[in-house]
DNA sequence: TCAACATGTGACGGTTACGTGACAACTGTC
DNA sequence: GACAGTTGTCACGTAACCGTCACATGTTGA
């Protein structure tokens, strides 16, 4: 592949006019460009082509850009992507649920393509090395990123969405010790602000979840440095 | 507390109120700081301290914090930092070029202290991938940085934070005789005033755990010197 | 053999890190 | 608008851990 070396950029907005513009500015720009015109769409295309970039528009139909956000942080390829909120909005407050959400930058309607070439350029340097798909296994525990589930030998858990993540970030390198810092850039994203100890609360939840049909504690807690699956 | 761990930020402003504030707030956030004033001087400190993060204030006399910053992404250990660009401007075109130029990141006046600590701390984070440190062996002991465990053979010790990075020196070099004043900087951190006997006590109880499953002491003590692995 | 010194180690109080229940804020749903 | 579900923070209790001391033991040199 020629152009694998070259960054692939996912587009996705509704409207075939902003689609088109932007592919045609991006690929001027030098990216491989493809294109999503709803939140299904999109997450097949992570799935399939594993972007290296994301620009999410904020308005879809059926799943919000902030739902279709979420969902993607909770996939492996989209995991691995920068992920970037488009949004006609302003407010601060949806600045904020857009990182929160585990979105890597948000720009603002309008924006010049100047200003987006740069937003990309910026994101593709702080990429993460990409990690594997496929569901994740650790002793009976099985989590699955696509259909969004995890079970312990027959019995499926119930998680909410931060502990789904923390789960997954746990089991994707098991027996490695995640610092309270690390996991909160990797599961609540980064450029938030929010004391370490919250993690100590979710891995408490987590191990509520994971015990609640008996068997062994699966996360190891490491005094001083962190927690660890296995 | 101000090892050589600590993460240590230059701060690039000509304005010595602004220095002081952001010296300030960034000391009682836990990191070390160096201060420049003008472009000739964040270059100097750049090349002697090799700051981890960089705060580069837009408008600086003589040289403009553009300029400066794509000298310092020219330089060997500029390259290494994360510069974060300050700006009173909130103009897109600026945010543009700064990005554009090499800057890892861009915040604008006016600003929290606490965002502008989140955006410090998440360009850290993004600036040092976890080190995957290689498993140490010496003997049927073994040390995994990683997963944080002990082994020797078969059986899994548990050892306290300080004890496991107490370990860790003595077997980085083995051979090596550390003297108690060596270990003392490098398990506990320089500018730490501890007894030097207190390393002898956890020599012992280091010990101790290594030999509760039988087998030899891997530990000499060499009198008047220190401690050694092997 | 003895004094002087270096090291080993049990015990102890003080501190820190962690686990966890409670709570308020917020969301989406009916 | 009541409701259940989720989230981040806080406060409190507890257990692990730490540094120091005191004394025991070992080593050195005269």
Chains 1, 2 share one sequence.
Not at 53 to 71: A, F, H, K, T, Y
Not at 78 to 99: C, K, N, T, Y
Not at 173 to 189: F, H, I, M, N, Y
């Amino acid at each position: 592949m020629a152009d694998a070396d070259t960054p692939l950029v996912l587009i996705v907005d509704d409207e075939v006019a902003q689609l088109a513009l932007l592919s045609y500015n991006l690929k001027a720009a030098g990216f491989r460009v493809v294109t999503a015109k709803d939140g299904d769409e999109a997450l097949l295309a992570v799935a399939e082509q594993g972007p290296d970039v994301i620009l999410l528009d904020w308005m879809l139909p059926r799943l919000s850009g902030l739902e279709v956000c979420r969902q993607l942080k909770a996939t492996p390829s989209g995991r691995d992507a920068a992920i970037i909120m488009v949004s006609a909005r302003s407010e601060e407050s949806d600045r904020v649920r857009g990182l929160e959400t585990g979105a890597d930058d948000y720009i603002v309607k309008p924006y010049s393509v100047a200003e987006l070439i740069a937003r990309v350029r910026a994101n593709l340097r702080r990429l993460r090395p990409t990690a594997t798909g496929q569901a994740l296994e650790v002793g009976d525990i099985r989590l699955d990123p696509d259909s969004h589930r995890v079970t312990r030998g027959e019995q499926v858990l119930h998680l909410g969405p931060t502990e789904f993540r923390l789960l997954g970030a746990l089991m994707e390198r098991p027996g490695k010790v995640w610092t309270r810092e690390a996991l909160l850039d990797r599961v609540w994203g980064r450029d938030i602000y929010i004391d370490t100890r919250t993690v100590d609360v979710h891995v408490g939840r987590l191990r509520k979840t994971l015990l609640s049909q008996g068997g062994e504690d699966p996360i190891r807690t490491v005094r001083g440095a962190g927690y660890a699956m296995g």
